[in-house]
């Protein structure tokens, strides 16, 4: 439970930082699905399961009791009780779907693909509003969102660790709307995919690796009391009563009201918080505003909603934004990279590096030596890979930087060494310069807050120094 004023403050404090440390996977329920249809506000599912009657002829009557809603789940049961067959519901629902030019990405949705640190969300919906409110704010729309859905009879899973993927992923737990059962749409339908999820050639292993690495924010998704103790103990991989070091967080209004399911969580998985301040779209309302307070945005930076083409650095090409960040590194060490570059983004720093590692000649050289000119920060990415003997071409952009600081003004830092293992400081290798240069030490390769906060504020001093130059 999260209780006092000091509760709150290290609540949120906690969350944030691990958040922006990539180390957060918000698992994404219907509660945050509050649509405009018909110049209305509503929630998604509820409609859908008052449409999906009218449709397939099923009865109104017995109205649901007072202060719950209609289900799908309801909808199929009476269907069926009419002689109706099964499978003509997942026909018919797909049929009264509403389409794309009838239903935008809710606001919660599209809050929470602002937060740029998240690569990875977990949809516990059929629908595809996640993956569309991620390509509205990050992409302007063009579909660049890597869209993944589990069921039984196709059993996907991610390809990569989340720190080596290079676009976000919205991984559909529960399947994706379509005209034959492959999505969970009844309680049956959920108790299968659970089923099928603990068979050893069924199961999504990466996703629960991942998973079971990760804080969980788990937002209304409307679990029953056997599902969210039985989908926790499967994300952590081991008793909760013995879970250490991690902190999930439930915000759910059907959860907070669970006095049973509260009670478990209270004794045998303390480290599973319930959020108090309200229900799924509050806490996602509330992360929001304090991500962008610890995140503004830079006047010179381009807008998150913008198209992808407006942040050149992030989708590989060789031109660079004036004053971005230059990565240089090996390129077995990319992964790491990737996880530095996301959360540098996340802060509002724009950034460059040779995503591809394309060496096309002379015209490419002069290309990256330009680049490494016109960086506000060169950031070499030091580890035991790069101390190979073989000619690489991460030695000519450190030479190339080294050309750079020469002329940068002595107040200024340019070169921020960071070191991803542990390679020693002193290692003859590695350019002289950079040895005399405090390293950023990363062990893990994991970007801390402390770090990203750094080079942000690096970052902005090279903004307003050039902003008064002549």
Known sequence: MIASKAETARFWDQLLQFIEEGRVVPIVGQDLLVCEIDGQSTLLYP????KLADYLGVPVDPPPPEGTEETLNAVACRYLEGGGELEDVYSALKTIMPGRDKIQPPLPLRQLAGIRAFKLFVSTTFDSLLADAVDAVRFGGQPKTESLAYCPTAAQDLTCEIAALDRPVVFQLFGRLSAVPDYALTEEDVLEFVHSMQSETHRPQRLFDEMGKSQLLVLGSRFPDW??????????????????????????SRTREDHGLVLFLQHFSSRTKVYQGGGAVELVDELARRWAERHPALPSAPESTGPAAARPAGEGSLD?????????????????????????????????????????????????RNNIEKA????????????????????????????????????????????IDDIPPDEPAIPERFRRINWVSLSDGRPTADFVAAIRQLYRDYQKATAVAP
């Open 227 to 252: 599902l969210a103790r039985f989908f926790l103990r499967t994300a952590r991989r081991e008793r909760l009563s013995l879970a250490r070091g991690k902190t999930d967080v439930l915000a759910d």
């Open 320 to 368: 660079m934004l004036p004053g971005a960040v230059f990565l240089s590194y090996a390129s077995e060490d990319r992964p790491a990279v990737e996880a530095i570059r996301e959360a540098l983004e996340s802060a509002g720093v724009d950034v460059w590096f040779d995503r591809d590692a394309l060496k096309l000649g002379d015209a490419y050289e002069a290309k990256i």
């Open 47 to 50: 409609y859908l399961a008052a």
């Open 376 to 419: 506000s920060l060169f950031v070499p990415i030091l580890s035991r890979n790069t101390l190979t003997p073989s000619r690489r071409f991460f030695r000519i952009e450190w030479d190339q930087a080294e050309r750079v600081a020469v002329q940068v003004p002595p107040s200024m830092r340019y070169i921020v060494p960071v070191a």
